[in-house]
């Protein structure tokens, strides 16, 4: 018969534990990097809805003055920041405006002319409550077409905590993913 000390004895049970919870942690984390699932998709809807009531899109909207931008969000960008209330979350956000160069497009152009044939997207960044996702400064992405439909990028809806958002934000942003001028914090 094989005889353990004490203390072999609680390292197989702690050893038990963690393999018996191990996979239940991974779940949980997988659920909170997901992207573009319903409850995010949901969430980007009351987003659009806020940035409606708040003239922050559509006609009329409030505008600040375009900049030469680049990839992926367009060749001309447009950005807002404000604080908003969502869903009773209070948080930063930050409104880009994408336009695309389908004609010879500068600045001065977006901010003068109509450009509904050049606007090709929308995205946000909003900084929901604590917990959300800590490790990228809680912040919800999301980008839309210009009617408010979310955009689907190769089978994935964008919204919530995009991979592809973080894959540039995180080493271009510095600790708050805030990348509004291209250049490294």
């Known amino acids: 018969m094989l005889k353990f000390s004490t203390n072999t004895l609680n390292r197989l049970k702690i050893a038990v534990v963690i393999l018996f919870l191990l ?30 009531n708040n003239k922050l899109v559509g006609d009329g909207r409030i505008r600040s003055y375009p900049f030469v931008g680049n990839r992926p969000h367009g060749s001309i960008q447009e950005v807002i920041s404000t604080n908003a209330e969502i869903d009773g979350q209070k948080g930063k956000l930050i409104v880009k405006h994408n336009y695309g160069a389908k004609e010879e497009l500068t600045p001065h152009k977006v901010y003068s002319d109509d450009q ?70």
């Open 23 to 52: 996979p239940f942690h991974t779940m949980a984390e997988t659920a909170a990097t997901s992207s573009g699932k319903a409850v995010d998709n949901e969430y980007a809807a009351k987003v659009w809805q806020y940035m409606v």
């Open 116 to 185: 509904a044939d050049n606007y090709v997207a929308l995205t946000i960044m909003f900084q929901r409550e604590n917990g959300y996702d800590s490790s990228n400064s809680n912040w919800f992405w999301a980008e839309y077409y210009p009617d408010g439909s979310i955009i689907n990028y190769q089978g994935v809806d964008l919204s919530g905590r995009s991979e592809m958002c973080l894959g540039c934000h995180t080493p271009l942003g510095g600790e708050d993913r805030e990348v509004l001028n291209g250049a490294s914090k």
